[in-house]
Nanobody, 121 residues
Framework: QVQLVESGGGLVQAGGSLRLSCAAS???????MGWFRQAPGKEREFVAT????????LYADSVKGRFTISRDNAKNSVYLQMNSLKPEDTAVYYC???????????????WGQGTQVTVSS
């Protein structure tokens, strides 16, 4: 069973940057990956997804141009570079794996425990 572990969250001022990492256990990393987030009192929402080879990415409109998803298959890891952070980006961020790139959480079958990102104004 694949396990996912996120890291890199923290407290940052508005306009700042953070880089989240997600490490996957297991010998293969041949699946799509996604990042989601959930703010207090809100539903979990899609942030970004990347194909198993890294050649295809898709972003939520709210983060397009500010966030970049990438992966290093040799390290079984996926990353989320977050720039120009806003207070509304405050949430718990989750990485997840999926058979294919998707924006709906139901397609993802394994989730990490989440990492808190807090953006102060």
């Amino acid at each position: 069973q694949v396990q996912l572990v996120e890291s890199g969250g923290g407290l940052v001022q508005a306009g700042g940057s953070l880089r989240l990492s997600c490490a996957a256990s297991g010998r293969t990393f041949s699946y799509a990956m996604g990042w989601f987030r959930q703010a207090p009192g809100k539903e979990r929402e899609f942030v970004a997804t990347i194909s198993n080879g890294g050649g295809y990415t898709l972003y939520a409109d709210s983060v397009k141009g500010r966030f970049t998803i990438s992966r290093d298959n040799a390290k079984n890891s996926v990353y989320l570079q977050m720039n120009s952070l806003k207070p509304e980006d405050t949430a718990v961020y989750y990485c997840a794996k999926s058979p294919s790139t998707a924006v709906t959480s139901e397609v993802y079958d394994v989730w990490g425990q989440g990492t808190q990102v807090t953006v102060s104004s």
